[in-house]
């Protein structure tokens, strides 16, 4: 099954996976050879999505691949492609961005250099919660890393990429043996939290349009409220999962380093992050995603051109096997 979207410009596919991918080590989120492929789980298997830009940054279109019984249910392709273009920020208009970052002597060059990035956003609300309590007090890296060995048990893989499986879903863990969860590395504690989300959004008790129709506060209290979610937990959800874009995960200690580096201040707390983000409200949650990738490109895992405008692609891949 072959489909077209189109996006909103100025994007770039590359910059907006490598913001939602995080960490080269993503067994999820894969990029490789100007290909995103992912995989989705449902009842009737893993559907296999690969996703490629034809055209400029600043006319932009991408070609989808799906690959997967599932994929011919035309509610399932048409969840999947809802997925696709909230996951990548195809619909996200950031002129109002663009214009307050253009006056702005810091953020406008590292704007500038990075057109193109759309906000990321997990699959799903229980894959950002999943990956606030794996992340939560371990590096990213080694968050990521559970993330991926969790899938790998527990998540459906499509007979093209059994490398690539799918996250699993709140059902999928509800009833998992703690054991399991531990034997892959998730602390006692973390295996608590995370079946009780299952259970919880499996159950209602919090649902992805309630969350919705919250305003930022009322969103951040009702995360607050379920177990192993606290305030960074909260608004690394608000921000990844449910595309809140003035809120800043500000107990973040890695984005206080690296919003150090980048001002060439001597050292930030929460207290000085929140403070310094007033600044550029209401979108300091994309100050996040672009000091992100300023990381990333000095770390070697992105290539950006002199003049941020890659070469327009203008055939496909080659096709996976059937």
């Given at each position: 099954?072959?489909?077209?979207?189109?996006?909103?410009?100025?994007?770039?596919?590359?910059?907006?996976?490598?913001?939602?991918r995080r960490q080269p080590g993503n067994r999820i989120d894969t990029w490789q050879?100007?290909?995103?492929?992912?995989?989705?789980?449902?009842?009737?298997?893993?559907?296999?999505?690969?996703?490629?830009?034809?055209?400029?940054?600043?006319?932009?279109?991408?070609?989808?691949?799906?690959?997967?019984?599932?994929?011919?249910?035309?509610?399932?392709?048409?969840?999947?492609?809802?997925?696709?273009?909230?996951?990548?920020?195809l619909d996200v208009d950031l002129s109002g961005f663009?214009?307050?970052?253009?006056?702005?002597?810091?953020?406008?060059?590292?704007?500038?250099?990075?057109?193109?990035?759309?906000?990321?956003?997990?699959?799903?609300?229980?894959?950002?919660?999943?990956?606030?309590?794996?992340?939560?007090?371990?590096?990213?890296?080694?968050?990521?890393?559970?993330?991926?060995?969790?899938?790998?048990?527990?998540?459906?893989?499509?007979?093209?990429?059994?490398?690539?499986?799918?996250?699993?879903?709140?059902?999928?863990?509800?009833?998992?043996?703690?054991?399991?969860?531990?034997?892959?590395?998730?602390?006692?504690?973390?295996?608590?939290?995370?079946?009780?989300?299952?259970?919880?959004?499996?159950?209602?008790?919090?649902?992805?349009?309630?969350?919705?129709?919250?305003?930022?506060?009322?969103?951040?209290?009702?995360?607050?409220?379920?177990?192993?979610?606290?305030?960074?937990?909260?608004?690394?959800?608000?921000?990844?999962?449910?595309?809140?874009?003035?809120?800043?995960?500000?107990?973040?200690?890695?984005?206080?380093?690296?919003?150090?580096?980048?001002?060439?201040?001597?050292?930030?707390?929460?207290?000085?992050?929140?403070?310094?983000?007033?600044?550029?409200?209401?979108?300091?949650?994309?100050?996040?995603?672009?000091?992100?990738?300023?990381?990333?490109?000095?770390?070697?895992?992105?290539?950006?051109?002199?003049?941020?405008?890659?070469?327009?692609?203008?055939?496909?891949?080659?096709?996976?096997?059937?």
């Amino acid at each position: 099954m072959e489909l077209r979207l189109e996006a909103r410009a100025p994007f770039r596919l590359d910059l907006t996976v490598w913001a939602l991918r995080r960490q080269p080590g993503n067994r999820i989120d894969t990029w490789q050879s100007g290909v995103y492929r992912r995989s989705f789980g449902s009842h009737a298997g893993a559907v296999l999505a690969e996703v490629h830009q034809c055209g400029s940054t600043q006319q932009p279109r991408l070609q989808v691949r799906l690959h997967g019984v599932a994929a011919d249910d035309p509610a399932r392709r048409e969840d999947i492609v809802a997925m696709l273009r909230r996951m990548l920020g195809l619909d996200v208009d950031l002129s109002g961005f663009y214009a307050q970052a253009a006056g702005d002597p810091d953020l406008g060059p590292l704007v500038l250099r990075y057109r193109g990035l759309k906000p990321p956003r997990f699959a799903t609300l229980f894959e950002a919660l999943a990956n606030a309590v794996a992340c939560q007090q371990v590096s990213l890296a080694s968050g990521i890393a559970l993330l991926g060995r969790l899938s790998a048990q527990f998540g459906p893989a499509h007979p093209l990429a059994p490398e690539l499986p799918a996250f699993p879903r709140p059902q999928d863990l509800c009833d998992a043996d703690p054991p399991a969860l531990r034997a892959l590395g998730f602390s006692q504690q973390k295996t608590g939290y995370l079946t009780g989300l299952a259970r919880d959004l499996a159950g209602g008790k919090l649902t992805a349009a309630a969350l919705e129709v919250a305003d930022d506060a009322g969103a951040m209290r009702m995360l607050s409220a379920l177990r192993g979610i606290k305030r960074w937990s909260a608004q690394y959800v608000a921000l990844r999962g449910l595309g809140r874009l003035a809120v800043f995960p500000v107990d973040d200690v890695g984005a206080h380093k690296h919003l150090a580096a980048w001002l060439g201040v001597p050292r930030l707390d929460a207290e000085a992050t929140a403070a310094l983000m007033r600044r550029w409200q209401p979108y300091a949650g994309l100050v996040y995603f672009h000091v992100l990738l300023k990381r990333l490109e000095e770390a070697g895992h992105l290539s950006i051109g002199p003049a941020n405008d890659p070469v327009p692609i203008t055939s496909a891949p080659a096709r996976a096997r059937a």
